[in-house]
Structures are given as structure tokens and as C-alpha cells.
């Protein structure tokens, strides 16, 4: 795996993130994606080689610390290195993380990070699953939006 760089997401072009985002999304979102890149007490970054994202994710406030989501990346080593990343921005506080459970990666980054699971929900879908590459999703966007 080629080194990343970690840049703001804010800095990157939006088509750029919105191309990234679909293939990790089964929708488009690009009205949503604007504005949950620039919330209020929010972090967005990008890992990047050369000039391709390899992977993104959103630190926000929450009730009690802070949440991230997504973390999107194209392998467990990208998305530490954002993990990290954004953990540095809020030293101390509180993270919260949901993974997909189908990525073992994800839960053993997690665990590596100290983290437990609290709680499981389920997904569900009336139309079959969608084409998305689960491996990739160490974090949801948030639960209302998957």
C-alpha cells in the first residue's frame, strides 16, 4: 500500500469526494455530503495518494463526545491512518464509531482503538442488498442514513 497524505476534505474538489462517495454509497448525496463536511465542530479529511482519495471520514459532536462518520477507505492501513487522524483533532474526548459488522477489519480496528460494542441493529432491505463494497465502510455516515 502506497503512502497516504492526509489533506483537508474541504480543500479537494466536491466532484472528486462525490465520485469516492458513491461508490461507497447507494445513493447519491450530494446535497447532503455539502453540508456534513462543513458542520459546526466538525473535522473532514481525506487520505490521499497522488491525487486520488483513498479514503475520507467526519469527526462531528455529538451528545456525549464525538462521532465519526463515515470513515470510507480502500483498506484497513488508510483508514488507521484517518482514524488517527482524527482522534488527533479531539485528544481525549470520547469517539464513537459504528461499524458494519460484515467488516471484520473494521471491528478489529475498533477493538484496536480500545472501543466495545454497545449495542447491534440490523439492516434490512426490500429490494436486496446494494452493490457497495462493505470491506470499504469502517464506519457508517450515521445510522438514520446508513
Same mark, same amino acid.
Given at each position: 500500500m502506497p503512502s497516504v497524505a492526509i489533506k483537508e476534505l474541504r480543500g479537494l474538489p466536491f466532484a472528486q469526494l462525490m465520485r469516492y462517495d458513491q461508490s461507497h454509497f447507494p445513493?447519491? *448525496?450530494e446535497?447532503?455530503?455539502a453540508?456534513?463536511?462543513?458542520?459546526?465542530?466538525s473535522v473532514a479529511l481525506a487520505a490521499m495518494?497522488? *491525487?486520488?482519495?483513498?479514503g475520507y471520514g467526519v469527526l462531528r459532536k455529538c451528545?456525549?463526545?464525538y462521532k465519526i462518520g463515515p470513515l470510507f477507505a480502500d483498506d484497513a492501513t488508510t483508514a488507521q491512518a484517518l482514524l488517527d487522524a482524527l482522534i488527533a483533532q479531539r485528544e481525549g474526548e470520547t469517539f464513537v464509531l459504528d461499524v458494519p459488522e460484515p467488516?471484520?477489519?473494521a471491528i478489529a480496528l475498533a477493538r484496536?482503538?480500545?472501543m466495545a460494542s454497545v449495542f447491534e441493529t440490523a439492516r434490512m432491505y426490500t429490494k436486496g442488498a446494494p452493490a457497495i463494497a462493505l470491506e470499504h465502510v469502517f464506519g457508517i455516515t450515521t445510522f438514520e442514513l446508513g
Open positions: 445513493a447519491s *448525496r446535497r447532503f455530503l453540508n456534513w463536511i462543513v458542520q459546526p465542530d495518494h497522488d *491525487r486520488d482519495i483513498q451528545c456525549n463526545g467488516n471484520t477489519e484496536q482503538y480500545g
